[in-house]
């Protein structure tokens, strides 16, 4: 249940003991739109409702990543975490 504040009722942590989709947390330690100490009480939040999630943290990154290496890692952890929960494509064709 959303908390007394007017932002309460869209952030994801009020609704973190609803979540059962998989969850990918992908975050710059220098963010500041969205400073990390958010995403790391969305993370315990999600740990403690039990919600299978992957939480990353990207350092001297904000709130957009400029590191090459970290753009590169990114795109890979995306790749898997959606092969893993929605299957490989290319494995699929030979089903059809």
């Not at 309460?8 to 990918?24: H, Q, Y």
């Not at 929960?85 to 059809?96: K, M």
Request: proline share 7%; net charge positive; charged share 25%.
């Amino acid at each position: 249940m959303p908390g007394p504040h007017r932002h309460d009722r869209l952030s994801p942590i009020s609704f973190a003991s609803k979540i059962r989709t998989p969850v990918l947390i992908l975050h710059g330690e220098d963010d500041t739109n969205v400073p990390l100490g958010q995403a790391t009480f969305f993370h315990r939040a999600l740990r403690h409702f039990g919600v299978e999630h992957e939480f990353v943290v990207y350092p001297r990154e904000g709130h957009s990543f400029r590191e090459r290496n970290h753009r590169i890692d990114l795109l890979r952890r995306t790749r898997a975490w959606f092969d893993r929960w929605l299957g490989d494509p290319a494995s699929n064709q030979n089903r059809i």
